[in-house]
Nanobody, 121 residues
Framework: QVQLVESGGGLGQPGGSLRLSCAAS????????MGWYRQVPGKQRELVAG???????NYVDSVKGRFTISRDNAKNTVYLQMNSLKPEDTAVYYC???????????????WGQGTQVTVSS
């Protein structure tokens, strides 16, 4: 069984910073990719940032230059440093990981429970 446990989030001020963490644990053979999605009520969940095992990174345009994703492979943990926060960053943020639990099995998608980020003065 694989678990993704998120931490961080909460209330941030416009122009301020918050940091999210997500640790993967359990029966893990390899992790292909880790990333962060966000969702607001009535809208589709969108990819905010993703980081792949080869090192490539991508961001949604609205967070480029403000958010930074990083990964600690030894700890199976991904981070999202969010700077210059805007009210429109308010959402539930979900950690996502593409994980292979056994070498003979294909990778599967796993999700964290979600953490609320609210940007308001």
């Amino acid at each position: 069984q694989v678990q993704l446990v998120e931490s961080g989030g909460g209330l941030g001020q416009p122009g301020g910073s918050l940091r999210l963490s997500c640790a993967a644990s359990g029966s893990i053979f390899s992790i292909t990719a880790m990333g962060w999605y966000r969702q607001v009520p009535g809208k589709q969940r969108e990819l905010v940032a993703g980081i792949f095992s080869g090192g490539s990174i991508n961001y949604v345009d609205s967070v480029k230059g403000r958010f930074t994703i990083s990964r600690d492979n030894a700890k199976n943990t991904v981070y999202l440093q969010m700077n210059s926060l805007k009210p429109e960053d308010t959402a539930v943020y979900y950690c996502n990981a593409v994980i292979t639990i056994l070498p003979q099995l294909p990778p599967s998608n796993y999700w964290g429970q979600g953490t609320q980020v609210t940007v308001s003065s």
